[in-house]
Every structure is written in C-alpha cells, then in structure tokens.
C-alpha cells in the first residue's frame, strides 16, 4: 500500500510530517510518498532511522499557507503540495492522501482532482468522536467542509457516515443520530426538520434527534449535522480536557489552609507531599487518581484519531489539524490505510 503525505502542511512540517511519516511507515509497514520541497524533506529525513522503510520524496515546490484563499490558491499554485498529492491519488500511483495543511484548500484540491462520488451532492469532513465508553467512539459529520447545507445534503452525510462506521471503525448496524437543540421531532430548523423526514425513510438506523450532551453520552453512534456546527462542537471538545486538566493542576498549586497539630498552616498539595503531611497511603492514592485522570485524558485527546475522511470525493483523503504533531500524522496515515482496506469508496459507490 502507498499513502501520499503533504510533507509541507501544517504549523510544524515537516518536522513534525516527516518524523509522523517515518513512524508510520515503520509502524504499519507502508510506503510512504513525501510531497513538498525535496531539500527540507531530505534534511529532515536525515535526522531519523529510516534504513529498510519505503519512504520516497515527490517534489512540488508550492505551498498553500493556512492564511491563503482555498479556491483561489488551489487554482493559482498548480504545484502546491495537495494538489500534487491529490494528482499521486488520482493517477493511481498511490491509494490515499493526508494532509495536516489549508483544510479549506485540501478539500478544493480534492473535489476538483478526484471529483465526487456520482449521486453525492456534497462532500462532507468526518471525525472520531470519543464517548463515555473506553471501548467505543462515534463518528461526527460534517465537521467543517459545508456550513450551509439542505436537508438532502444531511441524510447523505447519514448514509456515508453510517457505511464508514460500519465498514472501517467495525460497529455493526450504527445509529445515526441528527444534531438538534431537542429531542422531539418537532424541534430544529426548517431544514432539520425537513431532514428528520427524509432520515426516516433512509436506508440506515436512523434514532431521531439527540442533543449536544448526547454526544459523548455516545447515545448515537454517527452525529450528523452541518459544517459549521459540527466545527464548532470538535472545537469546544478539543479545548474542554485541556481546561479541565490545567484547572486540576492549578488547583493543586493553590494554597491551602489546614489545622495541623492545633496550629493552622497555608500550604499546597505538592508541598504537602514534599513535608510528608500526606502519608505514604496518601500519596499512593493521589498517584493513581492521576494516572486514570491522564488515561481519561488520552481517551479525549484528538491526536489519538489522527484525522478525519473527506467521504464523498472519489479517493481516500485524510483531513488532520494544522497544529498536528508526529503521533497525529502517525495516526493520520493509519485512517488512511484503514480506509482503503474496507475500501470504503467503492462502498458508497455501491450502496448508492
């Protein structure tokens, strides 16, 4: 198998791509296709272990930066590194494509190189999603690429999101919930209304409505809603563990009042770990709460789940974030090969 990386996207490439590629590469036994400027790639390469990988460099010699117009970019920079990737996938000289870059100009790339699927009227970003439960997650769509949408744009995204949660992430029959602000089918927009509708004549397990706080109860197993609102939800739940965890930590920085030995004293729990005001028992006890805080923690953190599909263009394309470091671009490419081995493309051709 051969995934196609931008090398050159991303606030940190290619440090960052370059070391996620060889990780990737080592990891899962793929090769890797470098696309950018083949001097700063090359540099970088030199820096890791890369002797028995498959790891080739594909020069472009533009960029679409993160301040730039998609569209405008896409068309103007023929050699920026998404559209020289997009062209790897669509050649057939490589299976799917990453890019940690614009997300805006990787989607245009991709929708004009690939083109969509016949019959999808518009293509939608995808994300995991984590729940409540260790051992399951739900799948979120659209997440960014159509913040306006009509009601029939919805129950494709239901159909695509329900065929990759099956086919790729291995959960049968998944329930696909739609974003409401109520449970009743009578609650929403017109257009959410009007998509509750036609949802429940779908070929899929359509549940109804669920509401923000259903999400990570993982009442649904694919979330479907608009790009925009869909952003604004992975937006919040990114910055949300990171607060909840610098809050803990402040916390015990905070001095503290206490009554020791009939005396009171102001202190901070790391102080009181250093004069062995808490026992050993006690310090045990704190550890393991912190450790499962931190197992918590990574079951939440977005590095984990790498990027988001791009369904609906005819190529597996593979959306991470701009601030993505190595594991996140390791874990990119591995939803990369995940989705071409459940062929998840000629699935939706299919079922449509």
């Known amino acids: ?27 899962f036994g793929i090769a890797i296709q470098l696309v950018g400027k083949p001097n ?30 998609p569209a405008e970019s896409v068309r103007s920079k023929k050699d920026a590194s998404v559209n020289v990737g997009v062209r790897q996938v669509k050649t057939g000289k490589s299976h799917a494509f990453v890019s940690a870059g614009n997300s805006g100009g990787t989607f ?12 999808i009227k518009r293509p939608a970003l995808t994300t995991a999603y984590p729940t409540r439960s260790a051992h399951r997650i739900c799948f979120l769509i659209d997440v960014g690429a159509n913040a306006d949408v009509k009601p029939e744009y919805l129950v494709q995204f239901g159909l695509m999101g329900s065929l990759y949660t099956e086919k790729v992430l291995g959960i049968p029959n998944p329930r696909v919930g739609l974003v409401s602000n109520g449970e009743e089918k009578d609650k929403g927009s017109k257009i959410i209304k009007e998509a509750y509708k036609l949802m429940n004549l ?12 259903d999400i990570p109860a993982g009442l649904a197993d694919v979330i479907v809603t608009d790009g925009f609102t869909g952003n604004v939800i992975v937006k919040l739940s990114e910055g949300l ?8 930590a402040d916390d ?15 202190t901070t729990v790391v102080a009181m770990y250093r004069t062995k005001i808490f026992g ?18 990574k079951r ?53």
């Open 280 to 297: 050993l028992t006690a310090l045990l006890s704190g550890l393991l709460t912190w450790r499962k805080i931190n197992e918590i923690k």
């Open 1 to 27: 198998m051969i995934i196609t990386l931008d090398a050159m996207g991303g606030d940190t490439a290619p440090q960052s791509t370059v070391y996620g590629a060889v990780w990737a590469a080592r990891d």
């Open 241 to 248: 563990p990171k607060g909840i965890m610098e809050t803990i």
């Open 300 to 352: 939440f953190d977005y590095r984990e789940f790498g990027g988001g599909a791009l369904l609906g263009v005819d190529g597996v394309v593979i959306v991470t974030h701009g601030r993505a470091d190595a594991y996140t671009i390791r874990n990119a490419i591995r939803a990369a090969k995940q989705a071409v081995e459940n062929d998840i493309v000629n699935t939706i051709k299919e079922y449509l």
């Open 40 to 69: 700063r790639i090359a540099t970088e390469l030199a820096k890791h272990d890369t002797q028995g990988l498959d790891l080739q460099i594909i020069p472009a010699s533009e960029v679409i930066e993160m301040e730039d117009s």
């Open 108 to 119: 245009v790339a991709s929708l004009f190189g690939l083109g969509r699927i016949k019959g």
């Open 202 to 213: 779908a070929p899929f397990n359509f549940i109804g409505n669920i509401e923000g706080k």
């Open 252 to 266: 015990f920085k905070t001095p503290t009042t206490l009554i020791v030995g009939g005396a009171l004293i102001t």
